[in-house]
């Protein structure tokens, strides 16, 4: 009879620790009366140091309302791309509002909870630059891409974007050397000296490119879009409360027009999801 007793004891005890650690961001959110948001410093029109030294754009502004639903303030985290992607981020950041494309290597470590835009990759080169009219005259060539993003799996030829795993993307070249960069600032930089002379090319996301492109002259579009490239909301994996919570949030932002509103006063259109 003793046993049974200490294995429904046992069974409670571990019914009792796994509902402890359901909720576990959600409880640190509510508990701190804080949401420690993690995105790039320069990354327009998303996120990026205002004239006044202070982070601002679509990003910022989408994790500013999350948390004004949540009732408690925003802090924002900005380290490098890698170093967000990686993840295992072991309670420095309760989420990333910051423009992440699904994968599969990245679903091991993060968990989705909502699609909120979507924008196409593109090329983007010198302006002088005649040679690139579309991805095939990138074989042999210099790009440059943000460090760990879905650009360098692209030219990996390695891109699965989570989700729609069944989705054929075209890879109309032989080899591509990647060039990976911290912030796309310093690439665009590079680029800026010329075709060839230390890049050929940056690929990025078509919002982020017409923003610097109405900026600097410099620069132009190369050729049509690649592939629609989906941006998800990120959080660490195997919280189920913070995922409904952050859902639930998304769809009163979507259904009362923020998204709408913040995308049409950042990009310009309604690219929100």
Known sequence: MRLPTLL?????????????????????VQSKQEMVNVLMESY????FLNEQNQLDGFDVDVAKAVAEKLGVKVRFETPSWDVIAAGRWNGRYDICICSMTPSKARAEVFDFPVEYYASPAVIVVNARDERIQSAKELNGLKVGVISASSYESYLNKGLVIEGDEDREIEYPFDFVQGAPYDTENVAFQDLALGAGVRLDAVLTNLVTAQA??????????????????PNSVAIEKGDAEWDAKVREVFAELKADGTLTRLSQKWIGADISK
């Open 44 to 47: 327009p029109p998303f996120s």
């Open 212 to 229: 610097r492109l109405q900026q600097d002259n410099r620069f132009k579009l190369a050729g049509a879009p690649l592939y629609e490239e």
């Open 8 to 28: 429904g004891a046992g069974l409670l005890a571990a019914t009792v620790t796994t509902h402890a650690f359901a909720g576990e961001i959600l409880d640190r």
